[in-house]
């Protein structure tokens, strides 16, 4: 029986040329308009509440102490998230005083003012990938004149480094599957291990539900699954981030890992954590907030009409539709509401499959029903 993923059709589905054949004009007015909406006044304005300052008092401690594996917050350990984001932000104490920059609200928020700008170069990327640049350049225009996405790259706050590498992960794991390439998908398991450094164990938990749900709806993509499956590098890849950095936090605070998975992730899942210091809220909790992180985006998916490059190959956007759909199934079935959460770990697929269907007029209905 003839390879279903034979090089035919793999040149047929994907052309890695195509990223040079993105419209230069857009891609310019893209450019531009990025940088502009995302660095623009970026240290002109002080630290705007006390979660952003609570982030970069643990970078500062930690820079002082150098208590890397455990931070503290005025000298107590602070566990409830891991410390990937804390390490970017104390390296951009480094640089502010390595260059002398005066602004340090500059130089600690250049961190997810850049994750941003990778986000959206990313989504183009692997749009133009997928033969599908125009939808790649109207979600970059929507990822960077949404509300929230523009909000929270301005702040010095963990949700657009975790943003970048969970949709890294997304976005690699169809690219692994459809080349039958190890690469891509040790890429994916790396993506997803550092996402998990950003907020913890659940990054790992949605990317392993997205791919069991694209196991089970996609039979044509199972053989290639079950190779790339067998590649034991890719778990390693992706569970060896966190077990180092639990191994190293038990070494300096005994308890410190048992506090972590137990209190920080499965306490608070359900609602029991202590002190309850997070929101509640119904299951149509994170419905408004879906609909204002991408803010005036819905106004102009419609408008952005214009016939793709191309459509996607099998099964591309059932996988994408589950990788929109599981974050905000996952949000809303957990007992602690975090306003951020889902439009963080969906904000790169929703613009991106809303531009699909438009383009394309063929997405399922489920993926951009939920996102």
Request: net charge positive.
């Amino acid at each position: 029986m003839p390879n279903a993923f034979g090089k035919q059709q793999l040149s047929t589905w994907f052309h890695p040329g195509q990223t040079e054949a993105l419209h230069i004009g857009g891609a310019l007015g893209l450019t531009v308009l990025a940088l502009f909406s995302i660095f623009y006044g970026l240290g002109g304005h002080g630290f705007i509440n006390s979660n952003e300052a609570l982030y970069v008092e643990l970078a500062r401690e930690m820079s002082e102490t150098g208590h890397w594996a455990v931070p503290t917050l005025n000298g107590v350990p602070y566990l409830e998230k891991p410390p990937l984001f804390a390490w970017l932000l104390a390296l951009g104490y480094y640089l502010a005083q390595a260059l002398e920059i005066t602004s340090i609200e500059f130089a600690v928020r250049l961190v997810t003012a850049s994750a941003t700008l990778v986000l959206v170069a990313m989504v183009c990327h692997f749009s133009a990938l997928w033969r599908l640049s125009r939808a790649g350049i109207t979600a970059g225009i929507v990822l960077s004149t949404s509300l929230g996405i523009n909000v929270m790259s301005r702040v010095a706050m963990p949700d657009m480094l975790l943003t970048l590498l969970f949709s890294a992960a997304l976005f690699c794991i169809p690219l692994a599957i459809h080349r039958q390439s190890r690469f891509w998908w040790r890429v994916a398991a790396a993506c997803t291990g550092a996402a998990a450094m950003v907020k913890g164990p659940v990054a790992m938990a949605l990317v392993l539900l997205i791919v069991t749900c694209t196991f089970i709806a996609i039979p044509q993509w199972r053989s290639e699954m079950l190779r790339l499956l067998r590649d034991l590098w890719a778990p390693a890849l992706m569970v060896l981030p966190m077990a180092s950095w639990l191994a190293a936090a038990e070494l300096q605070q005994p308890g410190s890992a048992w506090y972590f998975i137990f209190n920080e992730q499965i306490l608070r899942f359900l609602g029991q954590r202590e002190p309850r210091d997070y929101y509640t809220g119904s299951i149509f909790y994170y419905l408004p907030r879906l609909f204002r992180s991408c803010f005036p985006g819905p106004g102009y998916w419609r408008s952005a009409g214009s016939p793709s490059d191309g459509r996607p190959g099998k099964g591309i956007p059932q996988c994408c539709a589950f990788s929109g759909c599981a974050p905000a199934c996952h949000s809303s079935s957990s007992a602690c509401r975090a306003p951020r959460l889902t439009t963080t770990f969906s904000c790169a697929y929703r613009p991106w499959l809303f531009s699909l269907r438009t383009s394309c007029g063929h997405f399922p209905k489920v993926g951009t029903g939920f996102c």
